[in-house]
């Protein structure tokens, strides 16, 4: 048979016609007539198989697709899935097989003819597959934290990591503890990534729990009581505990006492623990209500106890105190005393209750005696006071009949007095009182002096003797009275003080309040001045009390005041001083009087004169000192002018002052204001001129006259005196000159030019 023909009939084996036809074929007979015409007539297609991921973990999905199966075709793969792709999830290497079909009829037949044209084939590998079976622990107790899970793998490729609960994969730890029940996620991972899950269930037994039945005691505090407790649950082999003392293997406890709560405790096989708080019962305790009444008076037996009674079981019995009982609920004939009551009920259970019968608060009185005062010798009275008893008191005296409800006694002498106080309740107190005859009353005074002068610091304690009574009202006359006997806030003065006792009776007295800080100025340290007229004096004033910061005022017998108003004053002249002072607070003292003195007389002002022109001369012939003023400058000394007489070198005003052998000087002259003439005279009379004007070491002069005459030249200083003399002989016109000038010193100078009844000044620097 064709090659051909055996793949083709191959392929169609799952139609019975067309298997029929390649039967046929193969064994060399003749094709039936009716199945000419269904022979397939399309041609073997190549059809390829391609897989998404070839090597999977198992159970991860992978895609495979068929491709080349013509159009009109339908790829049918060896899953039963349909389709050119398809998705598959193995678990163990498998191969997939895809067939390419074509359907198609006959001119003779309507049946659809299916025709394979192609296969192909696609593996997918698996790896070596995780098993993954987690086994557990149950917890010891309901709800306990100590079950276990333990993560049990084989398999898969390389190391093995291990999961719990969504936590962080690891490759050591395959148990988990310290679980309660539930249900639990594990995963287990390979080296090549593959992961398998699964869940696990940690279980639990059931919870321990029991049924207790309390049983009241018989009395309310009694030690009858008794509980039965019956365990369930947990594990079984349970032990019962009370308040957790020693175990038992049954839950029967007696001998409790009532009105007590105690603790049950079971446990079991696992040591689970049930417990619950148990209160032991019994009957409704009694109800014990008791009203007293009181005695009348302090120390009567008139009292009396009621009692009135609930709960317990049955009827009642009475006692009272170790009296015996009794069924009536009153006691009377009672004295004030606390008593026990016992009330005891049909099953012998006893209540008790501690009552107090009372008494009135024994009638006391007291009193206050006004003794005999100033107001004349029936001036005495008594005042009583009651404490305790029952209600009004009604007051008399012993030697009187009638009573009376005033507490108060007047016009009472000399005397001893007795006076009965009665209560509602006719119980009585005595009380036995004298009126005496008191002593005058005076008061006296000792002050506290203020800290200033304006200060109401100041203060006058007053103590009295005499009197009425404790009482005392004090006063600064014309102001309100106190109670306190010191009057505080008095400023420096003299105040005059009452005091009246209880009773009215009064005295005065007149105190001085001081002043504590009182100013006291003295004189200090006193320098007199040196010099008639000087001002080098010094004066010093000291001072006492008074606060600080002090004023200091000097005043001169001008009345001018001295600056720095301070306790110590420099640069005085002789005289007298007035110095008051006043501290912060304003206060002052008396004025002292300090007197300056000259310890050595000045001399007299000297006079001074102009004569010629150019020179001045003082009336003085020793001591002598030139100053000279300018518009430029304040007065100063000439330079070496001390003798008596002076050639002015500039214009200004010249002054002299006279120093004698101590030292004083003597006022300053009257001033001479001189005028120098112009640098250069006139050219019709006489001109000269220095050139240069400073001078360093040669005198240059150029001189013009009309008038024929010799020239004489002296170069003064200061003091007037010649340093330097020159002569020219006589000419006319105009001429040079010059001189060496060594050893004349830096300074200024007149250069004084003669020529006959001609003269000419000129102010000449010398550098």
Not at 454 to 475: F, W
Not at 530 to 552: H, L, M, N, R
Request: glycine content about 10%; overall charge neutral.
């Amino acid at each position: 048979m064709d090659n051909r023909l055996r793949t083709r009939c191959s392929s169609f084996l799952h139609n019975s016609k067309v298997f029929l036809i390649c039967i046929c074929v193969f064994i060399g007979l003749a094709v039936p007539a009716w199945a000419k015409n269904i022979v397939p007539t399309h041609a073997p297609t190549v059809l390829t198989v391609s897989v998404s991921s070839a090597s999977v973990c198992a159970g991860t999905k992978t895609d495979l697709t068929a491709s080349g199966c013509p159009a009109n075709g339908s790829v049918r793969w060896s899953t039963t899935q349909t389709g050119t792709t398809i998705t598959v999830v193995p678990v163990q290497t498998t191969t997939y097989t895809a067939i390419c079909e074509v359907t198609s009829t006959t001119a003779t037949s309507t049946t659809g003819i299916i025709t394979v044209v192609g296969t192909a084939t696609g593996t997918v590998q698996v790896y070596t597959p995780i098993i993954l079976s987690p086994t557990s622990l149950s917890t010891l107790c309901n709800g306990s934290k100590d079950g276990q899970v333990a993560i049990n793998a084989i398999g898969g490729t390389g190391l093995l990591q291990y999961q719990f609960e969504g936590q962080g994969f690891q490759t050591k730890n395959t148990t988990f503890g310290n679980l309660v029940a539930g249900t639990y996620t594990v995963a287990v991972k390979d080296a090549l990534g593959c992961t398998v899950q699964a869940t696990v269930d940690v279980k639990q037994p059931p919870a321990l729990v029991a049924v207790i039945t309390p049983i009241a005691s018989k009395c309310t505090g009694g030690t009858d009581g008794a509980l039965i407790a019956v365990a369930s649950g947990g594990v079984g082999d349970y032990r019962y505990f009370l308040d957790y003392g020693t175990p038992q293997l049954t839950g029967t406890f007696i001998n409790l006492k009532s009105n007590t709560t105690y603790i049950v405790a079971i446990t079991d096989k696992n040591s689970c623990i049930f417990s619950q708080p148990v209160p032991i019962g019994s009957p409704t305790g009694f109800d014990i209500k008791v009203a007293t009444k009181p005695t009348r008076c302090a120390g009567s037996a008139d009292g009396s106890v009621t009692i009135a009674a609930a709960g317990g079981v049955g009827a009642y019995q009475y006692q009272l105190g170790t009296g015996a009982f009794q069924t009536g609920a009153q006691f009377t004939g009672l004295a004030a005393n606390s008593y026990e009551v016992i009330v005891k009920d049909g099953n012998g259970c006893q209540g008790k209750q501690t009552v107090v019968v009372g008494q009135p608060a024994k009638l006391q009185l007291t009193t206050a005696a006004v003794p005999v005062n100033c107001f004349g010798p029936t001036s005495g009275s008594i005042t009583v006071t009651p404490t305790g008893g029952t209600g009004t008191v009604q007051y008399q005296l012993a030697t009187s009949k009638t009573p009376q409800s005033s507490n108060v006694f007047m016009g009472l002498t000399v005397g001893e007095y007795t006076i009965i106080g009665t209560d509602a309740n006719v119980c009585t107190s005595l009380v036995s009182v004298t009126i005496v005859k008191a002593e005058p009353l005076k008061v006296q005074a000792v002050s506290t002096a203020a800290t200033c002068c304006v200060c109401p610091t100041g203060a006058v304690k007053l103590t009295t003797t005499g009197g009425t009574g404790t009482g005392r009202q004090y006063q600064v006359i014309g102001q309100p009275y106190q109670e306190n006997s010191q009057i505080n806030g008095l400023r420096p003065n003299t105040y005059r003080f009452r005091v009246t006792d209880e009773v009215g009776c009064t005295d005065s007295i007149a105190a001085v309040v001081t002043d504590g800080m009182a100013l006291t100025l003295s004189t200090g340290k006193i320098k007199d001045a040196t010099c008639s007229g000087g001002k080098d004096g010094e004066a010093t004033v000291q001072i006492a009390g008074g606060t600080k910061p002090f004023v200091y005022y000097w005043a001169t017998e001008r009345q001018d005041t001295l600056k720095p108003l301070s306790a110590t004053q420099t640069t005085l002249s002789e005289g007298t001083y007035t110095v008051s002072v006043v501290d912060s607070n304003r206060c002052s003292t008396t004025t002292v009087f300090v007197s300056i003195k000259a310890q050595f007389p000045a001399p007299f002002k000297p006079t001074i004169t102009q004569t010629g022109s150019s020179t001045l001369v003082v009336d003085q012939a020793a001591g002598i000192q030139w100053y000279v003023r300018t518009s430029s400058s304040p007065g100063h000394p000439v330079t070496n002018a001390t003798g008596s007489t002076l050639v002015p070198f500039e214009s200004g005003q010249y002054y002299a002052i006279v120093t004698n052998a101590t030292g004083c000087s003597s006022p300053p002259s009257d001033a001479i204001n001189f005028i120098l003439t112009a640098l250069a005279e006139p050219f019709s009379v006489l001109s000269v001129r220095v050139l240069p004007n400073p001078v360093i070491d040669r005198l240059r002069v150029e001189i013009e006259q009309v008038e024929r005459s010799a020239l004489t030249f002296q170069l003064l200083d200061a003091s007037g005196r010649a340093v330097r003399q020159y002569e020219l002989p006589a000419f006319t016109g105009k001429k040079q000159a010059e001189w060496a000038l060594s050893g004349v010193a830096t300074g200024s100078y007149l250069l004084k030019v003669n020529a006959e009844s001609r003269q000419s000044l000129i102010r000449v620097l010398v550098e």
